[in-house]
């Protein structure tokens, strides 16, 4: 390349803010140490920057906001339910959505199994991949089942060429598998950096909202978990959904972390199976799975997902500690809002936990951050303490304050009926929350107020 063609910038991985030096702490979003330098051609900025000429009878004109007619379109269902619910109904037509997670999750069976669906259905599928060959792809397909005519394969990272592509073909539907390979020839950056990146999602976005094309991107993870790229990435697209759980256990959890068409609280649970992703109808019972009976320090508790009740397994061990500093180790759950909990249960209930390590796990590898969960956690803690097995038909849900009072938790009535259907016979609940749980409710429900409270009438 000529000498004085090229210059070096600093982009900030977190959020895209351009600068001519490094700096320690990002202007834009205020983060350290984000900034990493990339080399770009001057001269195709000038071609493809703010100094692009435009004409001028292309120019956008504004419109009156009284005068703009909705259109009600139906969603496109993907023939996955847990999908479906997650997406807020279907997939929506000229969407852009990011599909992120571990290395080994299962994003690209989920999507070519989407492909499978709708291309059964009769929707033209175009499935883009960069790291894979075709022989690859087609293996992975065989093991799903057989696609029909209207499913294509295409293995290219040039955008320029991607592009034409989806103009000449005009897909429905599109993956591309993943934004971390495509590059854009305007752009002198490797594949993967900042700059390519967002410039890669740009045209992407272009092609989406004007052709009217529903695209999938697949975005890798960093060591945090986050996608791989400038944060200003999640802001582009329409939809962000995350794969959670262990790429050696049987469970995947999809989360919604961003979405423009619906709730961002829904879940959808998945278990691996040697054919693809397989829908788990019931999250509750299979989180419930293999639970041991007549165990101390075991305790079912609620939480909500969206509008879903999940019954999950708290587990908790606590055993005196042989240095002067106890262990504490939480795992699925917040470190800081156990120790805050031993410390109101050591306060208000007169347990000395201050000499004792203690651990508290969330079975399944789900991770909760909702409070509703915090009177199973003292629940098992003290079971623990005591070494004192607790009702394995008993579910515990509520917040805990500070002055150890339990206070009331959104959707109670759903939780205890979640708790009946699979066959559960006490519903320990904040008292406020009492007479609501109690209407139609054929299983015993006891009200606590406090903490304890909940100490005298669960253990007596």
């Keep these: 390349m000529a000498k004085g063609k090229t210059a070096t910038v600093f982009f900030c991985q977190n959020c895209g803010y351009e600068s001519t030096k490094w700096l320690g702490q990002c202007p834009g979003c205020r983060e350290w140490n984000t900034f990493v330098e990339e080399t770009i051609d001057k001269t195709e900025l000038k071609n493809t920057g703010n100094g692009a000429k435009r004409d001028r009878r292309e120019a956008s004109e504004p419109c009156v906001l009284s005068e703009i007619a909705i259109r009600e379109e139906n969603k496109t269902l993907t023939g996955i339910k847990e999908l479906d619910r997650v997406l807020g109904g279907g997939i929506v037509q000229g969407s852009l959505t990011l599909v992120g997670g571990d290395p080994g999750i299962g994003k690209s069976t989920l999507l070519l199994q989407v492909c499978h669906n709708l291309s059964a259905a009769g929707h033209k599928v175009l499935y883009i991949s960069g ?72 045209i992407l976005l272009q092609l989406a909202k004007g052709l009217g094309i529903s695209i999938f991107i697949v975005g890798h993870v960093t060591k945090e978990g986050t996608v791989a790229g400038p944060r200003v990435l999640e802001h582009m697209v329409d939809t962000v959904l995350y794969f959670e759980g262990d790429r050696h256990a049987s469970y995947r959890i999809l989360r919604g972390v961003k979405n423009r068409f619906g709730s961002t609280n829904e879940i959808g649970v998945f278990e691996m199976r040697e054919t693809g992703l397989a829908e788990v109808k019931n999250p509750s019972e299979y989180m419930l799975n293999g639970r041991p009976e007549n165990a101390s320090g075991s305790v079912v508790a609620c939480t909500m997902e969206g509008t879903r009740p999940l019954l999950i397994e708290l587990q ?99 939780r205890v009926a979640e708790a009946e259907k699979l066959g559960f016979e006490e519903c320990v609940v904040p008292y406020v929350s009492l007479e609501e749980c109690k209407k139609g409710s054929k299983i015993r429900v006891i009200g606590v107020s406090s903490v304890q409270d909940a100490v005298d009438k669960v253990f007596g």
Excluded at 318 to 328: L, Q
């Design 131 to 202: 790291e894979e060959s075709k022989v690859q792809i087609k293996m992975r397909a065989d093991r799903l089942g057989t696609f029909s005519e209207h499913m294509f394969l295409l293995c290219e990272t040039n955008l320029d060429i991607i592009g034409e592509v989806i103009r000449r073909s005009k897909p429905e539907v599109v993956i591309i598998d993943s934004i971390q390979t495509m590059y854009n020839e305007n752009v002198s950056a490797a594949p993967g950096s900042v700059s390519q990146v967002r410039e890669s999602t740009g």
């Design 316 to 414: 908790a061990l606590v055993c005196h500690s042989n240095f002067g500093i106890p262990r504490r180790q939480t795992t699925g759950t917040d470190f800081n809002r156990v120790n805050l909990l031993m410390a109101v249960l050591e306060k208000r209930s007169g347990v000395q936990l201050s000499s004792c390590d203690a651990y508290v796990n969330i079975t399944g590898g789900i991770k909760i951050q909702e409070p509703a969960i915090d009177l199973g956690i003292v629940l098992a803690i003290l079971s623990s303490f005591r070494n004192k097995a607790l009702n394995p038909k008993m579910v515990a849900f509520g917040e805990v304050g500070l002055s150890g009072e339990v206070r009331a938790v959104s959707m109670a009535k759903q």
